[in-house]
């Protein structure tokens, strides 16, 4: 198995053991409502320690209903899963693109260097052929 599917397999199995482990362990059992929002949390410990406390700032929009607020949680989730995966996703293309524009850069020199290797083996030849005693004479009178 290839390093990067095991570590794929074992971040899955920690999101499940995330997802499942309080459920199952009963966490939040004594609570009205268990799973709530942090939001909510803090807005009842605030109340608890200071019940006159007034807040800062009010929301923008308050949306109707607990499912509707759900809903634009949800599509504001979806849209920045979507920008980190178009920025990693350009982020690896660019690496590609840089790793193939070398190796075709190192294929094009490779190229040449087995071209100028030639070409200097050739004169290499002509330089013995001229240096030979019998450099001066056609091939029929050098046999």
């Not at 019940?51 to 504001?76: H, K, N, R, T, V």
């Amino acid at each position: 198995m290839k390093r990067n599917t095991k570590i794929n397999l074992l971040l899955l199995l920690a999101v499940l053991a995330l997802a499942v482990l309080p459920l199952a362990l009963g966490l939040g059992d004594h609570k009205e409502q268990p799973f709530t929002g942090s939001d909510g949390e803090a807005e009842t410990a605030i109340t608890e320690l200071e019940p006159d406390y007034e807040p800062w700032f009010s929301p923008l929009y308050e949306p109707p209903s607990g499912e509707i607020e759900s809903a634009l949680f949800s599509l504001q989730a979806a849209l920045g899963a979507g920008v980190l995966a178009y920025y990693f996703g350009v982020r690896r293309g660019r690496r590609q693109g840089e790793l193939r524009a070398l190796a075709r850069l190192e294929e094009k020199q490779d190229g040449a260097e087995t071209r100028d290797g030639a070409e200097k083996q050739d004169g290499a030849e002509a330089r013995d052929d001229a240096s030979a005693p019998d450099a001066g004479k056609s091939p029929q009178e050098r046999v």
